[in-house]
């Protein structure tokens, strides 16, 4: 079974700060890569994801993330952070299994502080 | 993207009652629908995989005669919390897609059992 490991559980950082949330996945197969976004007292909301291809995605609001399959990584960055970017992140990883649904493995997440 | 809605968003209910949660997709036919369980500061947990018109497919440690799936449509899933007891309350989301799409989420329902 897959796990997925979040390394900040609280980040605290002062607006226009660059960011940098690690992730860390344990499978042995293919996976498809996510991190998710959960603004306070909202539904959780896609940021990015990797399937295949390019290994540095880039998603909404200005984040990116690069997967590095030889450190089992998929870190999310955004250079210039807002107070608008506080929220709890996930990480997140699926196998690929080739166009069949299977369910995600989330990572605990990060809660994310932004000071004005 | 899918957009899916739950209901109820909250529910509090006593000890032994059994609560029936929806989750609808509104602009997607779904075949497989997915429902997690979060804890208060933790992370989700996948509980099972509804499959349209079969057997849902449960993770390890959940009990499939406790949390009852049904998936009677393509844009339907119900989970029903049977015998509810204090210990089940959690916040409970659906998510539709999978299958080399992202993952959709429903708003979640907030469960409190007194």
């Known amino acids: 079974a897959q796990s997925v490991s979040q390394h900040n559980h609280h980040v605290i950082l002062s607006e226009a700060a660059s960011l940098e949330l690690g992730c860390n996945y344990s499978?042995?197969?293919?996976?498809?890569l996510f991190w998710y976004v959960q603004y306070p007292g909202q539904h959780l909301q896609l940021l990015l994801k990797?399937?295949?291809?390019?290994?540095l995605v880039k998603g909404i609001k200005g984040f990116e993330a690069e997967f590095i399959k030889s450190k089992f990584s998929f870190n999310l960055r955004k250079p210039s952070v807002q107070w608008s970017d506080t929220a709890e992140y996930f990480c997140?990883?699926?196998?690929?299994?080739?166009?069949?649904?299977?369910?995600?493995?989330f990572g605990k997440g990060t809660h994310l502080i932004i000071q004005p | 993207g899918a957009v899916v809605s739950q209901h109820p968003s909250w529910v509090i209910c006593k000890s032994g009652t059994s609560v029936k949660i929806e989750c609808r997709s509104l602009?997607?036919?779904?075949?497989?629908m997915f429902w997690y369980r979060q804890f208060p500061k933790q992370s989700l947990m996948l509980m099972a995989t509804?499959?349209?018109?079969?057997?849902?497919?449960?993770e390890q440690g959940v009990e499939k005669d406790k949390f009852l799936i049904n998936h009677a449509s393509l844009t339907l899933s119900t989970l029903t919390v049977t015998s509810a007891h204090p210990e089940d309350s959690s916040f409970y989301i659906c998510?539709?897609?999978?299958?080399?799409?992202?993952?959709?989420f429903g708003d979640g329902t907030r469960l409190s059992i007194l």
């Open positions: 509804s499959n349209e018109g079969s057997k849902a497919t449960y």
């Open positions: 602009d997607f036919q779904a075949t497989t």
């Open positions: 499978y042995g197969g293919t996976v498809n």
């Open positions: 998510s539709v897609g999978g299958g080399g799409q992202p993952q959709h």
């Open positions: 997140a990883v699926t196998p690929d299994s080739g166009g069949g649904a299977d369910g995600l493995t």
């Open positions: 990797y399937f295949s291809g390019d290994p």
